[in-house]
């Protein structure tokens, strides 16, 4: 008979496990310093120098023209605010748990603000992920195979590349949900205190992470429990200390937690405000089509095609067909396994999407179609990669089932996510840079303009802070008082002359400046650049240019390039 060692599989498959570890550590050093620094991570380096977005507002809205240059050193100049400073600008955004942004502020202390720095400190957390998510796996599973396909899995996967590039809390996130599941099964298998109260303050410190730590939490407890109470071992009683330690455990982080919770909830209706974008409209097709690419994007992340394309329905038919391939892995260890192998990869995969999906389905919204938000899920999936390839049959299994079909499955799953990672080199992709994913292609259209000028309102600073990382020096740039379309910059736009030798520019104008800018007699407003949206629902960012009808030759042939045609549907 055949056996395993003999097998092609089991001889390469070493091999092919650490240099796709290799490659994935390679792979996250790329592009660092070229990638796009998109709106939110404007978000993180403002925190850390201590602002909040209202005295960055304050500071740029005052319809002056400014250099890209200006805007930029809000994301790369030195900082003399103190770190109690830093903390009460956090306490303005308390959507955010502050613990990455005070670990990041003194690493730009210590190394400088620059995104490569800012961005180099997720890097650095992302590899220290690899050892301990195999050593989850060692205390989990007592698998020294499914550790070292789970770490090359997530060295090499499309996604944790991508966030691993991120100047935000994510690669902290992932660290300390690996950690404190490491933690949970040691602690648990040896019963020793200390491991017990360091598991605590590790969830402590993942509740400070992310808000929604705080359902993960709950579920560990809860499956510990069902793992010990619904145990079918009639020999062995249940672990009442490792019950009592888990929630005792839970209950100390959640009391630890609970000055944050305080804040949030007196900076209740700022973080609503913060938060607006969740609560936007989105057809419930659109939201299953997301939430079927976000279960597929570890291992299969490609740009999304328009529908109705051939792409599209390849891309959709390869998307379908993992989320079966997953369904089968999870069925096949739910019917062959115990609750302590499946139950976890259910605790961390579950309860952040199915939340999100009821309060979309009760309130309205898009808050489960953010794959950010499903990096437990993600990392569950990797989980479960990993125990399907190295479960062991037993009994009368054992001689009529064999494993290399399962290692071959999971080769080519890994095949896959190495495909996508070299693709995804030299681009973003699109749910990573979100609406500055068209940041290079506005530049563009603006850079190559003569005497170019952009006027924008007081809410989009933010996101002018992040394109003008790609614009030229000599762009310049307004922002329109704090006042809006009511302000004297606003009202000179509409009451005096353009100059004739600049090229004006208005990003991403609200509908009401929109109307008023547009309805002034002479002008002509069309569309100097306007994305293609997958959906109607998207959020992306357009650029409109103003024609004041100028004799200018330069003027003229400038606005004939530009497309024209019906006003695209504008987006705020």
Request: hydrophobic share 50%; glycine share 6%; charged share 15%.
């Amino acid at each position: 008979m055949l056996h395993l060692k003999s097998l092609p599989i089991k001889r390469v498959l070493p091999w092919l496990l650490g240099g796709l570890l290799l490659v994935g550590i390679g792979l996250r050093f790329v592009n660092l310093e070229s990638g796009i620094f998109w709106v939110d991570e404007v978000a993180t380096a403002v925190r850390v120098r201590g602002y909040t977005q209202t005295e960055v507002v304050a500071a740029l809205a005052d319809g002056r023209p400014r250099s890209p240059t200006e805007l930029w050193q809000f994301v790369e100049a030195p900082s003399d605010r103190d770190r109690i400073t830093t903390l009460n600008a956090l306490v303005q955004s308390p959507e955010h748990a502050p613990l990455y942004f005070l670990l990041t502020r003194e690493w730009a202390a210590l190394f400088g603000p620059s995104p490569t720095t800012l961005r180099l400190l997720s890097v650095l957390l992302s590899l220290l992920t690899l050892p301990m998510l195999f050593w989850l796996c060692w205390e989990w599973l007592h698998s020294f195979l499914a550790g070292s396909i789970a770490v090359s899995l997530l060295a090499i996967s499309p996604l944790f590349i991508s966030y691993a590039q991120e100047a935000r809390p994510y690669s902290l996130w992932l660290f300390l949900l690996v950690l404190s599941g490491s933690l949970l099964m040691r602690a648990w298998k040896t019963r020793n205190l200390l491991l017990w109260v360091s598991y605590g303050l590790t969830l402590t410190l993942t509740l400070y992470t992310s808000l929604l730590s705080l359902p993960l939490v709950i579920s560990q407890g809860l499956y510990l429990t069902l793992a010990e109470r619904g145990s079918k071992n009639i020999y062995r009683k249940p672990d009442t200390f490792s019950i009592k330690a888990v929630w005792g455990a839970i209950a100390f982080s959640i009391l630890a937690f609970l000055p944050w919770l305080i804040v949030i909830g007196s900076q209740w209706d700022t973080l609503q405000s913060n938060t607006a974008w969740m609560q936007l409209p989105m057809g419930l097709v659109d939201r299953i089509g997301i939430w079927l690419y976000s279960i597929s994007i570890p291992v299969f992340d490609v740009p999304v095609a328009p529908l109705g394309t051939l792409p599209s329905t390849l891309q959709i038919l390869t998307s379908f067909g993992l989320l079966l391939v997953f369904k089968g892995m999870l069925l096949r260890l739910m019917q062959r396994t115990s609750w302590r192998i499946w139950g976890w990869i259910l605790a961390l995969g579950l309860p952040i999407p199915v939340l999100l999906a009821i309060a979309d389905a009760a309130l309205g919204g898009r808050r489960s179609t953010a794959p950010r938000y499903w990096i437990p899920a993600h990392l569950a999936i990797v989980l479960l990669i990993a125990a399907f390839a190295a479960w062991k049959p037993t009994g009368w299994l054992r001689t009529h089932q064999r494993r290399p079909w399962r290692l071959w499955l999971v080769t080519g799953l890994l095949g896959l996510s190495l495909v996508c990672a070299l693709g995804n080199l030299q681009r973003s992709p699109r749910y990573l840079k979100s609406r500055n994913i068209n940041n290079p292609a506005i530049a563009a259209a603006i850079n190559r303009a003569p005497n170019p000028q952009v006027f924008a309102e007081p809410t989009e600073v933010y996101d002018l802070i992040s394109l003008s990382q790609a614009l030229e020096p000599t762009v310049a740039i307004h922002i329109l008082e704090a006042s809006g379309i009511a302000s004297p910059t606003a009202d000179r736009l509409r009451t005096q002359p353009l100059s004739c030798q600049a090229t004006t520019f208005l990003f991403n104008p609200s509908p009401e400046l929109e109307a008023v800018l547009g309805d002034r007699p002479g002008w002509t407003l069309q569309p100097a650049y306007a994305p293609d949206r997958l959906h109607a629902a998207e959020i992306s960012l357009a650029v409109w240019q103003i024609d004041p009808n100028c004799p200018s030759q330069a003027s003229e042939s400038y606005a004939n390039s530009l497309s024209t045609g019906q006003k695209p549907e504008n987006q705020s």
